[in-house]
């Protein structure tokens, strides 16, 4: 075949050379070669449609500066997973900060809604503590936390420092008021039983500027502890106290002395101890034992006036009813008199009469009862009637601090009460130290009235007198005792002799002793006779009588018992 | 030149890969039947067979991978305490402002302007002899064989790719990972390249008037 072919064609001019052999094959279409581009494309086009998929939102974020950013490299991490990238920084239209754009991911979508947080996380070194080494290397990046929102936003206003508190961490957050900050920062420990169970979220100044607004946040699942009786108090620093049992240290922990913390703890007794709701309002105390103290009550501003010098008398100083602490002075501030032309010291407290425990109650119970106005103008009224009186009275001798001291005066004189002066105008009296200054002067006046001259001239003559009296009974007297002493002991020698064991005397009283014995003897059988036989009082002594002797001689037996006495 | 003889006009056809000259024989009208090389064996054709279409649909399926080849990083160079990702021309320009001008100027002509050109030169050869012009057939012939020559280097970026990241692993300290796009810029390479072996030069010559 292939012979026969090449023969045809080879033959007409140049024979050597070969001919093409007929192969019968196989071949591929030429069109095949477009699926080459066609599959170019479709790579192409999927390309373009998944990095359309993959986009997410883009947003914006505003930080003060745009410090360890880069545009095109700093991730957006959450949970130190990567949601995004920074894609463009620019600055704002005043130069007052920095807009970061960044490209969220696809799946990260619910990031750009409203609630979610960012922050640069950069090394951070603080008296809390130190985070974001990992940085150091890595670099900084965006971090977020999620808010619970759905509503779409773009434009964000990042955090300058990292929230203390994910919002998916479990627990609680509580709203807490204050006079002021104290040495608290954010991050600063919240401490329970000396456990650290959570800490400062954020704080801000009150609306009117009376005070300070903590945000905390407890963990779970240690938040249950936070009761709706619960305490708060600053425990910031050492708290050194002076006690009868002598000096005390006391401290959370040495963290709170340099970063500042507080703590919180149900009051002892029963309270209600159902656990307090998410941003529950709780006040700080400043310390612990403010803390533990029965609640207050609403306080009531009181005004005294003193007539004499309050020197010692500093604001704060407590006001005490009977003993107890019921306030504090809040001003002392000098007055004109113009009627008297003196200076009376005007003096102005706070005082919780809640303080005063069950006796407010039943006071309060008692005017109530008789149906009157249940405030305390009138009870106070009603005390001062009785005697109530402020004082003034020294705290310390060493310091001289003073102190108002609210007691009942015994025939105190009565003074004008107006229930109606605001505020309320308690009246005073001397305090006890004026008091005793002025029994003391009072004394002392008194002694000097006494003649001491006098006294000691006449005392002089006295004694002089007595010395003469002294002479004469040393020169005579005293000689003439002695010979009387002597004629005395002769006498006694003399008695002495008479009584001794040999002497005739002693002799005969043992005879006549005796004899006497043997007269009672006889006379008691005599008397025994006569018992047994009266009748021989008249009749004399029977004949058969005889036995009786013998029988007597029985009774005789007793005899020696009682002979033996003398 | 073009009044210098032909194989075709003298009725030889010449063997693509051995270069044995044939006879030429007629094309039957059957097209399951092929004329072979009787020494090697391999298929006769007076041109290549689907020239232009073979060389248009590589050339724009390379254009295609051209552009994710561009757009997409091709390599990660992690060091320390940072990660870049390229792309060409970053890259390129990164070289530059860091002071390797001589650097950036090869792997921008090798990267950047040699794919381009060989899109021009094959676009402008396969356009010039379709149209069967007789317009500057030797300079069009120079270009095919510069196209030819330059091809093998465009793969310079992907080797550059290649060693960095294969060497360069100190973990911590200095990593260099490929990309994505470096399989988009070898593709381009590798296309281009089949896109100018399926394009035959002879076709310059084959300008109308010597086609009478």
Known sequence: MTDEN???????????????????????????IWLVPALAAVIGISLIINSELQAGPEITITFLTAEGLDAGKTPVKYKNVVIGKVNKITLSEDRSHVKVKV???????SFATQGTRFWVVRPRIGIGGISGIDTLLSGAFIGADVGDSQA?????????????????????????????????DIGSPVYFRRIQVGRVVSYHLDQNGKGVSLQIFVDGPNDKFVTTSSRFWNASGVDVSLGADGLKLNTESLATVVAGGMAFQDPAGPHDSTPAGQDAQFQLFAD???????????PHYIRMRFDKSMRGLDVNAPVEFLGVKIGNVVSVRLDYDEKAQSFPLIVGAVVYPERLGTAYDKLQALVKARGENPDMTLMMGRLVDHGLRAQARTGNLL????????????????VAFDPNARPLMIPTTGGSFDKLQEQAADIVDKIDKIPFDAIGKNLNQTLAGLSATMKQVNGKTLPELDNTMKGVQKTVNTAGDALSGDSPLQ???????????????????????????????????????KSSPVATPAAPTNPPQQGSKP | MSTLPRAADMGLISCHVCRLVCRAVPDSEDTEVDNVCPRCGSALHRRKPGSYARTWALLLAAFMMYVPANLLPIMRTASLNDVDDNTILSGVMELWVNGSADLAVIVFVASIMVPMLKFLVLGTLLISSHRRTDWAQLQRAKLYRLVEFIGYWSMLDVFVVAL?????????????EP????????LTVVLTMLASMSFDPRLIWDSRDSDD
């Open chain 1, 399 to 414: 310091t001289g601090q003073l102190y108002i001291s609210m007691d009942f005066i015994k025939n105190a004189p009565k």
């Open chain 2, 179 to 186: 990309l994505p796009g470096v399989i988009f810029f070898g």
């Open chain 1, 288 to 298: 612990q034992g403010t803390a533990m103290a029965p609640p207050d009550g609403t």
């Open chain 1, 6 to 32: 090449s023969n045809e064609l080879g033959k007409p001019e140049r024979d050597e050379l070969p001919r093409p052999v007929v192969k019968r094959r196989r071949r591929f279409s030429a069109s095949l």
């Open chain 1, 507 to 545: 002799q005969n009283l043992g005879t006549t002793l005796e004899e006497v014995q043997r007269t009672a003897r006889s006379l008691r059988v005599l008397v025994d006779y006569l018992s047994d036989h009266p009748e021989a009082l008249i009749r004399g002594r029977r004949p058969d009588a």
């Open chain 1, 103 to 109: 490209a969220l991911e696809k799946n990260a979508k």
């Open chain 1, 152 to 184: 779409p936003q773009e434009d964000f206003q990042g955090l300058e420092t990292p929230p203390a508190v994910n919002h998916s961490a479990p627990g609680r957050s509580f709203v807490l008021h204050s006079d002021d900050l104290g040495s608290l």
């Open chain 2, 164 to 176: 960095l990241s294969a060497l360069v692993r100190f973990n911590l300290l200095s990593r260099v």
